[in-house]
Nanobody
């Protein structure tokens, strides 16, 4: 059994910063890609940023230069540092990870429960 627990959301003023964290736990053999998706009210879930096991990152154009994704493989944790936040960044942010459990020969996708980020004055 694998679990992702994400945290760090909150209310912040435009131009402010937040740091999201997501920790994976359970019977884990390998963690491949990790990252964050977000879903604003009335919109589809979209990619914010992803990172491979070797540290290569990919960002949505809307967050490039403002968000930084990193991971600590020893802690099975991924972090999203969000700077210069804008009202349009308001969304529920969901952690994502592609994980192979020790009892399986294939990887599955797992999601965190989501954390609300609200950017408003």
């Amino acid at each position: 059994q694998v679990q992702l627990v994400d945290s760090g959301g909150g209310l912040v003023q435009p131009g402010g910063s937040l740091r999201l964290s997501c920790a994976a736990s359970g019977n884990i053999a390998n963690i491949y890609a990790m990252g964050w998706y977000r879903q604003a009210p009335g919109k589809q879930r979209e990619l914010a940023a992803t990172i491979t096991s070797s540290g290569s990152t990919n960002y949505a154009d809307s967050v490039k230069g403002r968000f930084t994704l990193s991971r600590d493989n020893a802690k099975n944790t991924v972090y999203l540092q969000m700077n210069s936040l804008k009202p349009e960044d308001t969304a529920v942010y969901y952690c994502y990870a592609n994980i192979r459990e020790r009892t399986k020969s294939w990887a599955n996708s797992y999601w965190g429960q989501g954390t609300q980020v609200t950017v408003s004055s």
